[in-house]
């Protein structure tokens, strides 16, 4: 079979559409006001350690969790902050944040290389 976009293609194109911050970047603005962290890796990875005061929600809930009119709404996506997406290593952060773009956040980005970066350049971890 062959598929019409692979998951590079839309990494690609999720890359082309969305902000990606260094490591660096986001360590200078974890803490400060304006900036949620959200974490969209699944529990049992989030259970090895995660960005402190990240909040959790997981790729497969990112819809329900962002939409206001959902019951399952997080309130941090209303929050008006900056909503800085991290995952392992960075590519289903991108994808994610291409879906919120998609979906009307105008403020939100992703970590490059996710928590192994964020963890080997000593970023505060709980």
């Not at 200078?28 to 959790?56: K, N, Q």
């Not at 329900?64 to 399952?72: G, K, L, T």
């Not at 994808?95 to 000593?122: I, N, P, Y």
């Amino acid at each position: 079979m062959e598929l019409k976009r692979g998951f590079k293609q839309m990494l690609t194109e999720a890359n082309a559409a969305i902000e990606t911050v260094s490591v660096q970047d986001a360590i200078a603005a974890h803490g400060e006001p304006g900036y949620v962290f959200i974490d969209i890796r699944e529990g049992d990875e989030r259970a090895t350690g995660t960005i402190a005061g990240s909040v959790h929600v997981p790729r497969g809930f990112l819809e329900f969790r962002a939409d206001p009119d959902s019951p399952m709404h997080e309130a941090a996506f209303s929050s008006g902050d900056r909503l800085v997406l991290f995952c392992a290593s960075g590519g289903r952060s991108a994808l994610a944040a291409k879906t919120l773009v998609d979906m009307g956040f105008e403020d939100v980005c992703h970590v490059a290389g996710g928590m192994a970066a964020w963890s080997e350049a000593g970023g505060p971890t709980e």
